[in-house]
Structures are given as C-alpha cells and as structure tokens.
Nanobody, 127 residues
Framework: QVQLLESGGGSVEAGGSLTLSCVASEYPYSRNYMGYVGWFRQVPGKEREGVAIISTDSGRTNYADSVKGRFTISHDHGRITVYLQMNNLKPEDTAMYYC?????????????????WGQGTQVTVSS
C-alpha cells in the first residue's frame, strides 16, 4: 500500500514562508510514475479545496487563484517527493494541508479526482 507523508507545517507570522514536503513510500503507479500530485487544504467546517497541482510527467502546474504568485509546487522524481513553497503567507492560508495523487486528473483542483491521500500537516499563520 503506497503511503504519502506530509511534513513541513508549522506556525508563522503573516508574510512568512514555509515549505511543505510530500514523500511517497514508493511510486504510486506503474513505470515509476508519480501521477498528478496536488496540495489541498481544509479548515474545520469547510470543504477541502485544491491549492496547487503538478503533472509529474510534463511538469505542468495549476494553482488556485488565491495562491497564484505566492505558492510554488515542484517535484523531485528521484526522491518521489512533491514540494509546496509558500511565501507571503496570510492568515487565511491557515488550514490542514494534504497532498494527494491521481493517475490522471488533467490537473484538476477538484479533490474528488484524487484517490490516494496523506494524513496532512497543519499550517497556522498569525496576523
């Protein structure tokens, strides 16, 4: 069973930065393919929302409007790891952040298109 493990969360002040990591225990799909990997976030009482997606095949990315210009998603194929660099953090970025992968999502930010999920890492941004 492939597992995804997120790390890098924490508490920062507004304007600060954090880098989240998502490491897979093995390649989720055949032929050493990581698939489409995304970062999602959720606050209590609200639906989970997509933040950033990367195609680990083409490198194509997709971002939610709320994080464009501030967050950058990247991946390291050899380390089976996807990163989320978060700059200029705002209090509204406070949430539990999850990574997830899909064999084929076409870069969609819709959480329902992703089948393998990690346990999450908490990000708290104070004003």
């Amino acid at each position: 069973q492939v597992q995804l493990l997120e790390s890098g969360g924490g508490s920062v002040e507004a304007g600060g930065s954090l880098t989240l990591s998502c490491v897979a225990s093995e390649y989720p799909y055949s032929r050493n393919y990581m698939g489409y990997v995304g970062w999602f976030r959720q606050v209590p009482g609200k639906e989970r929302e997509g933040v950033a997606i990367i195609s680990t095949d083409s490198g194509r990315t997709n971002y939610a409007d709320s994080v464009k210009g501030r967050f950058t998603i990247s991946h390291d194929h050899g380390r089976i790891t996807v990163y989320l660099q978060m700059n200029n953090l705002k209090p509204e970025d406070t949430a539990m952040y999850y990574c997830a992968t899909a064999l084929s999502s076409n870069g969609s930010l819709e959480p329902a298109k992703y089948s393998l999920w990690g346990q999450g890492t908490q990000v708290t941004v104070s004003s």
